[in-house]
């Protein structure tokens, strides 16, 4: 027969044939396939009940617990009832296995005072025994030359012992190596085995092979009677849970699961035995093998009753007598099954009935252990059924955030109560906003909700470039919480957007919180003529007060003085900063005109806006000047006179643009007369068309160059000298000075005009600055799980800007690149830049700070109430009160209703304590 090779368990080589092979892979197919089948919970539910049903007889009706009804108790009672018959179940088939009902006692003391270990070794053994010659004679016969001729051909075979050793002991680890306690079985078989070559059919000496498990659980709640486990859930645990979720049931069921293991390599190692046998079967016809019996796994099949079923009879677990009678019919059935066995595998094979029997015993306490973790997972998915059918949907996330809406309102009161980040950017109560701004989640796109806290206004600073800062003065700030929850996953998804109204204006900062009134800006843009921002808002969890302090307990105090220094840094991340500048109101400051004068001048706000972005014209040149008429003009002339300066700077540009344009052309038609002469015609060049655009301006101007032409230096200085003939007057004194260019270093000298600088530290500036830290402190002080997690915020990458190229036109999303966004930022400051005059002026603005942590649930939702036991309403409450108080310097007392005090108190002492 044709050989191959085939790796076998623990990788060791055999030749086998390729009968055996096939053999092989049905076996390892059927191994599975029972593996699996076991772990189909439905399945093995259904068969161990007809089985139990038919044991209880007609007299009991058992049903599925599932399908009767029962309270919360009866499922801990179900679930130390399907303990305790694993347990006596498995005790019975150690001692099928061949421990003693007198060694249970000494067993169960070694347990209490050390670890014990079931342990299975198998040594396999091939040696070379002798050769033989035969002759085969050829059965038929040969002429030659009128000679009648039989042939013979002489035939070398070599003979093989095959020796199987195999041994099941328990060990105790005692001492300081491993004892053995008591031994179970030892039982040692071997065959003859031939072969054609002189090569061995199997590895000189196998390494032996061991499969352990623990059995603690097992010996450990013996009771009395020492043929019975009493198993025992201790409820008044504080990480007892639920049923399933508990240290007793987690400590058994990872020794379950160990055992199934176990009895998984037991069945395969002597599987690998048994298609020696197999292949032994070929060489039947000799004298080695002709009195080997051929055996089929038939003898694996396994009727074994399984007791430990979630069950209940008349609403109630299965009585202790019940429980008896079950593991009395076990106990009967498996002895039933161990006499077939020996029947069916006679001690001359190799595969003996004592090797048969750990065989089937392994694979009958796989299916134990199995069984016992279908049943207890069935309990827990009883607590999840019901849950779903009592609300009536699979709650999700985003059902508890609609929820969490609702329920703040009921419970904070109105001045406290979480509010949608999203915020109008308005000059006053009464007028229309000219855009908003919100933080809004990328999944659902609802905006966040956020608690809220003024401060009062504050002169703050802002660097625009190394040489210049202008000053802001915030009139409206406020901070807004926002508390964010996760169950199983990574924080929530937020974007922030920005949207302007068409003909309206403003400019956004988003900075970082420096030392004492100074902000670090990171971006900036300019938003106008129906623009819409969107910008992606990064969080990063940080671990909890208390995980810090338990991660840094066993560091040298270096590095603990390193890790707290770079901690402070990172809680304040925590905050960032939205500056909102209005340009309208900035406009008529610095043009001179009345306060609300410019807000129906549309077309005049947004051609002098043009003219800063696109053209960089000093204000001075645009402004009005009061002593251009004595007493003063009205509103509306001071407007005209700003007015004329425009239309003025407007026709000086068109001069210059046309006068260039001409240049351009003259130029043009010379190289085209060059080249007729030289006869090589080139196609004329069209004239670009100039068209202003009087009124409304996209914003892709500010990424456009000052015109399609190229002005030469001459003209630009040309402009400069014209400056003169427009019709205003030049201002009374010397021009204003500079502080970037004319400050010497170390002077102290200040503009004229310019606020002076907020001091270092300021008590608005203290409280924000400090908000991290004072959060830190409370949750240490309250938040006992260790669930609120800091949190920081910062700007991602991806940025997308809808505009319009004209009123008319249809918007244009476009992504910002890296460059793009330096861009905005350079445009957004070059016109802060003309509007404070260089930071002469100060700068009206609010500002906005987003504070964020996370509360963390490790599981989903529903595994959040259904496995740990918790309602996320009661833990949410609680951070967002913890939040609260922080945010607002408050009692949490004082912020929620009288009438739900007592319950809120009850679940958060710490909060409510006076």
Same mark, same amino acid.
């Given at each position: 027969k044709a050989t191959v090779s085939v790796l076998y368990w623990k990788k060791e080589t055999m030749r086998v044939s390729a009968t055996a092979v096939c053999v092989l892979l049905l076996l390892a197919v059927g191994c599975c396939a029972t593996h699996i089948a076991d772990h189909e919970l439905d399945d093995v539910t259904a068969r161990s009940l007809e089985a139990v049903k038919k044991v209880l007889g007609k007299n009991r009706n058992p049903v599925y617990a599932g399908d009767a009804g029962h309270t919360y108790t009866d499922k801990y009672q179900l679930a130390e009832y399907l303990g305790s018959m694993t347990g006596t179940t498995m005790l019975q088939t150690l001692l099928a296995l061949g421990l003693k009902e007198e060694d249970v006692p000494a067993v169960h003391k070694a347990v209490m005072d050390s670890k014990v270990t079931l342990r299975f070794d198998v040594t396999k053994k091939c040696n070379f025994i002798e050769k033989r010659s035969r002759e085969v004679k050829d059965k038929r016969d040969?002429?030659?030359?009128g000679y009648i001729m039989r042939l013979s051909t002489t035939v070398d075979e070599w003979f093989w012992r095959y020796e199987v050793d195999a041994r099941v002991v328990l060990v105790t680890e005692a001492g300081e190596r491993p004892l053995v306690l008591k031994e179970?079985?030892?039982?040692?078989?071997?065959?003859?085995?031939?072969?054609?070559?002189?090569?061995?059919?199997?590895?000189?000496?196998?390494?032996?092979?061991?499969?352990?498990?623990?059995?603690?659980?097992?010996?450990?709640?013996?009771?009395?009677?020492?043929?019975e486990v009493h198993f025992s859930i201790d409820r008044t645990d504080k990480r007892c849970f639920t049923p399933r979720r508990n240290p007793v049931m987690d400590r058994v069921l990872e020794e379950t699961r160990e055992m199934a293991r176990w009895g998984r390599d037991v069945e395969r190692g002597l599987m690998q035995v048994f298609s020696v046998q197999l292949e032994a079967g070929n060489h039947a016809d000799t004298e080695e093998g002709a009195?080997?019996?051929? &055996? +089929? =796994?038939?003898?694996?099949?396994?009727?074994?009753?399984?007791? #430990?079923?979630?069950?209940?009879?008349? %609403?109630?677990? /299965?009585?202790?007598?019940?429980?008896?009678?079950?593991?009395?019919?076990?106990?009967?059935?498996?002895?039933?099954?161990?006499?077939?066995?020996?029947?069916?595998?006679?001690?001359?094979?190799?595969?003996?009935?004592?090797?048969?029997?750990?065989m089937f015993l392994a694979r009958h306490l796989r299916r134990l252990s199995t069984a016992f973790g279908s049943g207890v997972a069935d309990i827990e998915g009883m607590l999840r059924r019901q849950l779903v059918a009592a609300i009536g949907e699979e709650v999700t996330e985003a059902d508890f955030n609609k929820y969490m809406v609702r329920h703040n309102k009921r419970l904070f009161v109105e001045r406290v109560s979480p509010k949608p980040l999203v915020v109008s950017?308005?000059?006053?109560?009464?007028?229309?906003?000219?855009?908003? &701004? +919100? =933080?809004?989640?990328?999944?659902?796109?609802?905006?966040?909700? #956020?608690?809220?806290?003024?401060?009062? %206004?504050?002169? /703050?600073?802002?660097?625009?470039?190394a040489a210049n800062t202008i000053s802001l003065n915030a009139t409206k700030r406020v901070v807004h919480g926002w508390m964010s929850y996760v169950f199983?996953?990574?924080?929530?998804?937020?974007?922030?957007?920005?949207?302007?109204?068409?003909?309206?204006?403003?400019?956004?900062?988003?900075?970082?919180?420096?030392?004492?009134?100074?902000?670090l800006p990171s971006d900036a843009i300019v938003l106008r003529n129906g623009d819409k921002l969107d910008v992606e808002v990064l969080l990063k969890v940080l671990p909890a007060p208390?995980?810090?302090?338990?991660?840094?307990?066993?560091?040298?105090?270096?590095?603990?003085?390193?890790?707290?220094?770079?901690?402070?840094?990172?809680?304040?991340?925590?905050?960032?900063?939205? &500056?909102?500048?209005?340009?309208?109101?900035?406009?008529?400051?610095?043009?001179?005109?009345?306060?609300?004068?410019?807000?129906k001048e549309t077309r005049l706000t947004q051609e002098v806006l043009e003219l800063f972005m696109k053209h960089d014209i000093s204000a001075d040149l645009l402004s009005y000047e009061p002593s251009m008429d004595g007493e003063g003009l009205s509103p509306k002339q001071r407007v005209d006179a700003v007015r004329a300066h425009v239309d003025g700077m407007n026709e000086m540009i068109d001069r210059i643009t046309n006068k260039s344009l001409d240049k351009k052309k003259k130029e043009r038609e010379?190289?085209?007369?060059?080249?007729?002469?030289?006869?090589?015609?080139?196609?004329?060049?069209?004239?670009?068309?100039?068209?202003?655009?009087?009124?409304?301006?996209?914003?892709?101007?500010?990424?456009?160059?000052?015109?399609?032409?190229?002005?030469?230096h001459a003209e630009v200085m040309e402009a400069s000298v014209q400056a003169d003939a427009m019709p205003q007057a030049a201002p009374a004194g010397p021009p204003p000075s500079h502080t970037s260019t004319e400050t010497t270093m170390g002077s102290s000298a200040k503009p004229e005009g310019a606020s002076n600088p907020p001091s270092?530290?300021?008590?608005?500036?203290?409280?924000?600055?400090?908000?991290?830290?004072?959060?830190?402190?409370?949750?240490?002080?309250?938040?006992?799980?260790?669930?609120?997690?800091?949190?920081?915020?910062?700007?991602?990458?991806?940025?997308?800007?809808?505009?319009?190229?004209?009123?008319?036109?249809?918007?244009?999303?476009?992504?910002?690149?890296k460059e793009n966004r330096k861009d905005e930022q350079e445009h957004a400051f070059g016109l802060l830049d003309a509007l404070t005059k260089s930071g002469t002026l100060p700068l009206e603005c609010e500002v906005h700070t987003l504070f964020t942590a996370t509360h963390r649930f490790e599981r989903t939702l529903l595994d959040t109430v259904v496995k740990d036991d918790k309602n996320p309403i009661d833990h949410v409450e609680r951070s967002t009160l913890i939040l609260a108080s922080s945010l607002r310097n408050e009692a949490a007392t004082d912020m929620v209703f009288e009438d739900l005090r007592p319950a809120l108190a009850s679940f958060s002492p710490t909060l409510f304590k006076k």
């Amino acid at each position: 027969k044709a050989t191959v090779s085939v790796l076998y368990w623990k990788k060791e080589t055999m030749r086998v044939s390729a009968t055996a092979v096939c053999v092989l892979l049905l076996l390892a197919v059927g191994c599975c396939a029972t593996h699996i089948a076991d772990h189909e919970l439905d399945d093995v539910t259904a068969r161990s009940l007809e089985a139990v049903k038919k044991v209880l007889g007609k007299n009991r009706n058992p049903v599925y617990a599932g399908d009767a009804g029962h309270t919360y108790t009866d499922k801990y009672q179900l679930a130390e009832y399907l303990g305790s018959m694993t347990g006596t179940t498995m005790l019975q088939t150690l001692l099928a296995l061949g421990l003693k009902e007198e060694d249970v006692p000494a067993v169960h003391k070694a347990v209490m005072d050390s670890k014990v270990t079931l342990r299975f070794d198998v040594t396999k053994k091939c040696n070379f025994i002798e050769k033989r010659s035969r002759e085969v004679k050829d059965k038929r016969d040969s002429t030659s030359l009128g000679y009648i001729m039989r042939l013979s051909t002489t035939v070398d075979e070599w003979f093989w012992r095959y020796e199987v050793d195999a041994r099941v002991v328990l060990v105790t680890e005692a001492g300081e190596r491993p004892l053995v306690l008591k031994e179970l079985h030892s039982s040692r078989a071997s065959m003859v085995y031939k072969t054609l070559t002189e090569d061995a059919p199997f590895p000189t000496v196998h390494s032996p092979s061991t499969a352990e498990t623990t059995v603690d659980w097992i010996f450990e709640p013996i009771g009395k009677n020492l043929s019975e486990v009493h198993f025992s859930i201790d409820r008044t645990d504080k990480r007892c849970f639920t049923p399933r979720r508990n240290p007793v049931m987690d400590r058994v069921l990872e020794e379950t699961r160990e055992m199934a293991r176990w009895g998984r390599d037991v069945e395969r190692g002597l599987m690998q035995v048994f298609s020696v046998q197999l292949e032994a079967g070929n060489h039947a016809d000799t004298e080695e093998g002709a009195g080997r019996d051929k &055996v +089929g =796994l038939g003898f694996m099949k396994n009727n074994v009753l399984i007791p #430990a079923v979630p069950v209940l009879d008349g %609403g109630r677990v /299965l009585s202790q007598e019940t429980g008896r009678e079950l593991m009395a019919r076990h106990k009967t059935m498996l002895s039933d099954e161990l006499l077939d066995i020996s029947a069916k595998l006679p001690d001359k094979n190799l595969v003996t009935a004592d090797l048969g029997r750990v065989m089937f015993l392994a694979r009958h306490l796989r299916r134990l252990s199995t069984a016992f973790g279908s049943g207890v997972a069935d309990i827990e998915g009883m607590l999840r059924r019901q849950l779903v059918a009592a609300i009536g949907e699979e709650v999700t996330e985003a059902d508890f955030n609609k929820y969490m809406v609702r329920h703040n309102k009921r419970l904070f009161v109105e001045r406290v109560s979480p509010k949608p980040l999203v915020v109008s950017v308005r000059r006053g109560a009464t007028q229309a906003p000219e855009g908003s &701004v +919100g =933080l809004f989640t990328t999944a659902g796109g609802e905006p966040v909700q #956020a608690l809220q806290s003024s401060l009062p %206004g504050a002169e /703050l600073r802002m660097d625009l470039d190394a040489a210049n800062t202008i000053s802001l003065n915030a009139t409206k700030r406020v901070v807004h919480g926002w508390m964010s929850y996760v169950f199983g996953g990574e924080p929530a998804r937020v974007r922030l957007t920005a949207r302007a109204r068409q003909f309206s204006t403003y400019i956004m900062v988003l900075c970082k919180q420096g030392e004492g009134a100074s902000l670090l800006p990171s971006d900036a843009i300019v938003l106008r003529n129906g623009d819409k921002l969107d910008v992606e808002v990064l969080l990063k969890v940080l671990p909890a007060p208390k995980e810090f302090e338990d991660h840094i307990a066993s560091l040298s105090p270096n590095q603990q003085r390193f890790a707290k220094a770079y901690r402070r840094m990172q809680l304040a991340g925590s905050l960032l900063s939205v &500056v909102l500048i209005q340009v309208k109101p900035q406009l008529e400051r610095l043009l001179n005109v009345p306060t609300d004068t410019l807000t129906k001048e549309t077309r005049l706000t947004q051609e002098v806006l043009e003219l800063f972005m696109k053209h960089d014209i000093s204000a001075d040149l645009l402004s009005y000047e009061p002593s251009m008429d004595g007493e003063g003009l009205s509103p509306k002339q001071r407007v005209d006179a700003v007015r004329a300066h425009v239309d003025g700077m407007n026709e000086m540009i068109d001069r210059i643009t046309n006068k260039s344009l001409d240049k351009k052309k003259k130029e043009r038609e010379y190289r085209h007369d060059i080249a007729e002469d030289e006869g090589r015609m080139e196609p004329p060049m069209p004239r670009p068309e100039i068209r202003r655009r009087k009124g409304a301006w996209g914003m892709d101007t500010a990424y456009a160059k000052a015109s399609s032409y190229d002005a030469s230096h001459a003209e630009v200085m040309e402009a400069s000298v014209q400056a003169d003939a427009m019709p205003q007057a030049a201002p009374a004194g010397p021009p204003p000075s500079h502080t970037s260019t004319e400050t010497t270093m170390g002077s102290s000298a200040k503009p004229e005009g310019a606020s002076n600088p907020p001091s270092r530290r300021s008590d608005a500036s203290d409280r924000l600055s400090d908000l991290p830290f004072v959060f830190e402190t409370s949750l240490k002080k309250h938040d006992e799980e260790a669930a609120v997690k800091p949190t920081t915020v910062s700007v991602g990458e991806e940025w997308t800007k809808e505009s319009k190229e004209d009123i008319l036109a249809k918007a244009v999303k476009k992504y910002l690149t890296k460059e793009n966004r330096k861009d905005e930022q350079e445009h957004a400051f070059g016109l802060l830049d003309a509007l404070t005059k260089s930071g002469t002026l100060p700068l009206e603005c609010e500002v906005h700070t987003l504070f964020t942590a996370t509360h963390r649930f490790e599981r989903t939702l529903l595994d959040t109430v259904v496995k740990d036991d918790k309602n996320p309403i009661d833990h949410v409450e609680r951070s967002t009160l913890i939040l609260a108080s922080s945010l607002r310097n408050e009692a949490a007392t004082d912020m929620v209703f009288e009438d739900l005090r007592p319950a809120l108190a009850s679940f958060s002492p710490t909060l409510f304590k006076k």
